[in-house]
């Protein structure tokens, strides 16, 4: 990454990856202009399962393992985390709300006060707020505006979408993190960070299905217009494909995820289509010669299952009445993206434009860290420079001048 230590401003920050079977955690230094990475780490996420807690003690021992050894390679110590949730955690609802415009135009302190009262009524209802994103506003009875800041009328109306987690998943989460000598200021929906990191511009605007397919649950999001429109998950992934193989072949889990990783595809030549896949009992030590299965038998065995994934989503968004209409893209991410072939299968499927999405931000990736099963930690980087950027009372229009001035002093000098 671009080094950021010539900036006045920047801040270090540690985000973790806490909605995969493994605990992915990245340190990194952000400032306007630039991010460098510090330090990260990947463990496996014992006492984690589809991103919410299942046994405390393995839980602890793993987000101090990850964090530890992030610090490690960073070489300094970190006290608060940034922690992205599964999206089998999170619920989505949308919420009205209106604001008597005071001063005689809507000023930030006016928007303020209905996100406050949207969060007010999640804190009503025992849910803890994620996300509230602004999905259109209205001034008395107008049509819809896009930015209100600065209008005049007597009351403001705005819809936002929230994205929202239970107190007692959150309450789990934070205690085992405190156990670790760490504290949790910020929570991410991990779909939306992965957006953030591998969606280009264009696709937020034309309705881009973003497909995240992890190793117990499949999370997705619809983007349309430059706004997350709708998100949520189903129980498939990665494990069932596992399973299935571990099931038909008649062997245990370890050896079938291994064989999964090791002939991970479902393009094959006629000649790699007879081949046989020979492999060895990990408990015996000793070479399977009997009922050995060929490349095109696992082939068949693995795309099955993701046609069920990719057949049961589609399914879960006609029942949310979404149109297929909306959607001009797909993007698939998460580990079992990098099955050879699945975005072919995915274009068959779904008659759209598909494409693997590699992480594009932040800038500079290091080419180690560059794939897709690490798309929602370096989103959440990316989604913290951006707050950062925020905090800091930058628009991308003065931020530019900033740096233009930064540049005039050192031409000048």
């Given at each position: 990454?671009?080094?950021?230590?010539?900036?006045?401003n920047?801040?270090?920050?540690?985000?973790?990856?806490?909605?995969?079977?493994?605990?992915?955690?990245?340190?990194?230094?952000?400032?306007?202009d630039a991010?460098?990475i510090l330090?990260?780490?990947?463990?496996?996420?014992?006492?984690?399962?589809?991103?919410?807690i299942?046994?405390?003690?393995?839980a602890q021992?793993?987000?101090?393992n990850?964090?530890a050894e992030?610090?490690?390679?960073?070489?300094i110590?970190?006290?608060?985390?940034?922690?992205?949730l599964?999206?089998?955690?999170?619920?989505?609802?949308?919420?009205?709300?209106?604001?008597?415009?005071?001063k005689?135009?809507?000023?930030?302190?006016?928007?303020?006060n209905?996100?406050?009262?949207?969060r007010?009524?999640?804190?009503?209802h025992n849910?803890e707020?994620?996300?509230?994103?602004?999905?259109?506003?209205?001034?008395?009875?107008?049509?819809?505006i896009a930015?209100p800041?600065?209008?005049s009328?007597?009351?403001?109306?705005?819809k936002?979408h929230?994205?929202t987690?239970s107190?007692?998943?959150i309450?789990?989460?934070?205690?085992?993190?405190?156990?670790?000598?760490?504290?949790?200021p910020?929570?991410?929906?991990?779909?939306?960070?992965?957006?953030?990191a591998?969606?280009?511009?264009?696709?937020?605007?034309i309705?881009?299905?973003?497909?995240?397919?992890?190793s117990?649950s499949?999370?997705?999001?619809l983007?349309?217009?430059?706004?997350?429109?709708?998100?949520s998950?189903?129980a498939?992934g990665?494990?069932?494909?596992?399973?299935?193989?571990?099931s038909i072949?008649?062997?245990?889990?370890?050896?079938?995820?291994?064989?999964?990783?090791?002939?991970n595809?479902?393009i094959?030549?006629?000649?790699?289509?007879?081949?046989?896949?020979k492999?060895?009992?990990l408990e015996?030590?000793?070479?399977?010669t009997?009922?050995?299965?060929?490349?095109?038998?696992?082939?068949?065995?693995?795309?099955?299952?993701l046609?069920?994934?990719f057949?049961?989503?589609?399914?879960?968004?006609?029942?949310a009445?979404?149109?297929?209409?909306?959607?001009?893209n797909?993007v698939?991410?998460?580990g079992?993206?990098?099955?050879?072939?699945?975005?072919?299968?995915?274009?068959?499927?779904?008659?759209?434009?598909?494409?693997?999405?590699?992480?594009?931000?932040?800038?500079?990736i290091?080419?180690?860290?560059n794939?897709t099963?690490?798309?929602?930690?370096?989103?959440?980087?990316?989604?913290?420079?951006?707050e950062?950027?925020?905090?800091?009372?930058?628009?991308?229009?003065?931020?530019e001048n900033?740096?233009?001035?930064?540049?005039?002093?050192?031409?000048?000098e």
């Amino acid at each position: 990454m671009v080094a950021s230590n010539i900036y006045k401003n920047r801040q270090v920050v540690c985000c973790v990856d806490f909605s995969s079977s493994k605990l992915i955690c990245i340190i990194a230094n952000i400032g306007i202009d630039a991010i460098e990475i510090l330090g990260y780490s990947h463990t496996e996420a014992k006492g984690i399962s589809a991103g919410a807690i299942s046994d405390v003690k393995l839980a602890q021992k793993s987000i101090a393992n990850s964090v530890a050894e992030a610090e490690k390679m960073a070489g300094i110590n970190i006290e608060n985390v940034i922690v992205s949730l599964n999206e089998s955690q999170l619920k989505s609802s949308y919420q009205n709300a209106s604001e008597k415009i005071q001063k005689g135009a809507v000023q930030n302190e006016t928007i303020s006060n209905l996100v406050s009262k949207v969060r007010n009524y999640c804190f009503k209802h025992n849910k803890e707020p994620i996300h509230i994103m602004p999905m259109q506003y209205r001034i008395d009875d107008s049509n819809i505006i896009a930015n209100p800041r600065y209008m005049s009328g007597e009351k403001l109306f705005a819809k936002f979408h929230l994205i929202t987690a239970s107190q007692t998943t959150i309450l789990n989460i934070e205690n085992c993190f405190k156990k670790s000598k760490l504290s949790v200021p910020k929570y991410v929906s991990s779909i939306f960070a992965s957006s953030v990191a591998c969606l280009k511009e264009n696709e937020l605007k034309i309705g881009t299905l973003l497909i995240d397919i992890g190793s117990e649950s499949t999370s997705f999001c619809l983007f349309y217009d430059d706004k997350l429109c709708y998100r949520s998950s189903i129980a498939l992934g990665g494990l069932n494909i596992t399973k299935d193989i571990s099931s038909i072949l008649g062997i245990n889990l370890a050896i079938a995820e291994k064989i999964k990783i090791l002939n991970n595809t479902i393009i094959l030549s006629p000649i790699e289509e007879q081949e046989v896949i020979k492999y060895r009992n990990l408990e015996m030590l000793q070479e399977i010669t009997n009922k050995l299965p060929t490349r095109l038998e696992l082939s068949a065995i693995i795309q099955a299952r993701l046609e069920e994934i990719f057949e049961t989503l589609s399914n879960h968004l006609k029942s949310a009445k979404i149109s297929f209409e909306m959607i001009s893209n797909i993007v698939l991410i998460g580990g079992v993206s990098q099955t050879l072939g699945i975005d072919k299968l995915a274009k068959q499927i779904y008659q759209k434009n598909t494409r693997i999405g590699y992480p594009i931000k932040p800038n500079n990736i290091p080419a180690e860290f560059n794939n897709t099963t690490n798309t929602t930690a370096l989103g959440m980087i990316t989604f913290m420079q951006n707050e950062f950027i925020k905090n800091q009372g930058l628009t991308p229009e003065n931020n530019e001048n900033w740096l233009k001035k930064i540049l005039n002093k050192f031409i000048k000098e």
